[in-house]
């Protein structure tokens, strides 16, 4: 056996198993979010590249003991698909990791077969050109062997890391006595919420009347302007008051954004949010969210934490793969993936975006129930795809689509308003209701999933405008205020009330009223 060989079983290992490639993101989201440790997610990863590797060398030695003709249409074939695996390679680090588009992986599931097609048509009516063609692809996979010289040692790198102290408490633990009589902020995020489709132009049969009876008696911002496309930029905007681009982490989770301003990366300080304020103000302050890794860059000011992941983070994790797994039951994950992709399997995304809401919903009532607990925001994962509600039984269930998942919001507005209501602290707790963005068509249209009730509520338009509602407890009317507001004034108005300068409606009217004019 000659090294080429070797050396192109390396290489077509690496264009076969892209699933190593966000380990090396630019800005470390996938660990940043994820967290350490990952050591049984990467040696699973290690071990499938090993066995492709030998695979892939096994198929090239056993390539040479055919007939000629054969021979030449299985290389054409194996070139062909190594040529579209480099370029859905391509399309993976330039696509899905810098614009965050993930529907590359059907386009490549249908296309293959295609390509062997034609790669074996090729071969069999063009001979003469085949035969330099395959050459060259095959001396590209050797010479993108040598890649793994830096590849493997950083995987094992990562693999060997572990998370430092202060970040591997998950959460707090809330102390101080109880007091009822101060001011309270309950501060609600549904992620992905939409003001069009909540309040303006709800689709046909859609009824909310928790946010409509809600909206009835506050604030509301009908005209508010996003301040970003992605959760993980938004809401730490919020807390920081800065409005975030661009951020990276460390493998430890030391997160870090871009100052325009400045030009510079600046540190992301915990003291400087929102929960910091709280802390120097006297306020104990509560997080209930998912996908965020709150826990971790606001651990120095919160007293209680509880944070779902609520998606998959790490690559292999979207095959089965897990941390708790051994390496060798991880390595398992990607064949089966790659099984299901050919017989038409689909992933059930849906049950896992159930879990993290149940999740997250198992601990709101502590939180509100808890008047030590001055500050609280709740993160909660609706209406945010996939589809888990069925809004004609109101019950969770894997499956419906957006507007099925704005019923589950709705509902869920009703079961924390009633929780609220019922806490001892109901008479001094100030609510806000808000979400980070709106519902992003152009993310979720070309998605497999993507129903005709969902193409006809929305007409195919994309309406940018999140939701803020500001309650005043006993507050009995409303106010809308149309003026295009940025949505940083979220920020605002909660540090405000943090600093006591906010306290009741007519605190807020002063507070707005040269932003109006």
């Not at 970003?228 to 460390?250: A, C």
């Not at 051994?326 to 975006?353: C, D, F, M, W, Y």
Request: proline share 7%; hydrophobic share 45%.
């Amino acid at each position: 056996m000659k090294m080429r060989t070797v050396l192109e079983g390396i290489g077509a290992s690496l264009l076969l198993f892209p699933y190593y490639v966000p380990f090396f993101h630019p800005q470390n989201h996938p660990i940043y979010h994820h967290g350490l440790p990952i050591t049984n997610l990467i040696g699973g990863l290690l071990v499938d590249l090993l066995c492709a590797a030998i695979l892939v060398i096994g198929l090239l030695v056993a390539i040479q003991y055919l007939r000629p003709p054969v021979q030449r249409i299985v290389e054409a074939m194996f070139a062909g698909l190594m040529l579209w695996s480099a370029v859905s390679l391509a399309f993976h680090v330039l696509i899905d990791l810098l614009f965050r588009i993930t529907y590359w992986g059907h386009i490549w599931e249908r296309s293959v077969v295609v390509i062997l097609a034609s790669s074996a048509a090729i071969a069999y009516f063009l001979p003469r050109p085949t035969k330099p063609a395959v050459g060259a692809i095959r001396l590209m996979l050797a010479g993108l062997a040598f890649s793994a010289l830096w590849i493997v040692p950083q995987l094992i790198h990562l693999a060997l890391l572990r998370p430092p102290a202060q970040h591997a408490a998950f959460a707090f633990e809330a102390a101080g006595s109880h007091d009822s009589s101060k001011q309270r902020i309950v501060w609600i995020l549904f992620d992905e919420l939409s003001y069009d489709q909540t309040f303006d132009h709800p689709a046909l049969g859609i009824e909310l009347p928790n946010f409509d009876r809600l909206r009835a008696g506050s604030v509301s911002f009908s005209k508010l302007k996003p301040i970003g496309y992605t959760t993980d930029r938004i809401i730490p905007s919020l807390f920081l008051g800065v409005r975030i681009d661009k951020f990276r982490s460390t493998n430890e989770g030391q997160l870090s954004y871009w100052d325009e301003a400045q030009r510079n990366w600046l540190a992301y300080d915990p003291n400087a949010t929102l929960f910091g304020l709280a802390r120097r103000s006297g306020w104990k302050s509560a997080v209930d969210g998912w996908y965020n890794p709150y826990c971790g860059i606001l651990a120095p000011t919160l007293d209680f934490c509880y944070r779902d992941p609520g998606i998959v983070l790490v690559p292999i994790e979207e095959y089965g793969a897990s941390e708790d797994l051994s390496p060798l039951a991880n390595a398992v994950a990607v064949p089966n993936e790659i099984q299901a992709a050919l017989t038409g399997r689909t992933k059930n995304t849906a049950a896992e975006h159930m879990r993290a809401y149940l999740n997250i919903m198992a601990h709101t009532q502590a939180i509100i129930d808890d008047s030590r607990l001055r500050f609280a925001f709740l993160h909660i994962p609706a209406p945010h795809p996939p589809g888990i509600y069925d809004r004609r039984s109101h019950s969770l269930r894997p499956g419906g689509n957006y507007l099925d998942n704005l019923v589950l919001a709705d509902d869920t507005l009703g079961v924390l308003m009633r929780e609220i209501d019922a806490s001892p602290s109901a008479s001094q707790t100030t609510v806000i209701v808000s979400s980070d963005h709106s519902w992003r068509i152009p993310m979720w249209r070309p998605a497999a999933d993507w129903s005709a009730e969902e193409e006809r509520a929305s007409a195919g338009k994309f309406d940018d405008r999140p939701v803020l509602l500001v309650h005043f407890p006993d507050r009995k009317t409303g106010e809308e205020i149309h003026a295009g507001l940025s949505e940083m004034l979220e920020h605002d108005i909660i540090a405000g009330m943090l600093r006591g300068q906010i306290n009741n409606q007519e605190d807020l009217d002063a507070f707005l009223s040269p932003r109006l004019h």
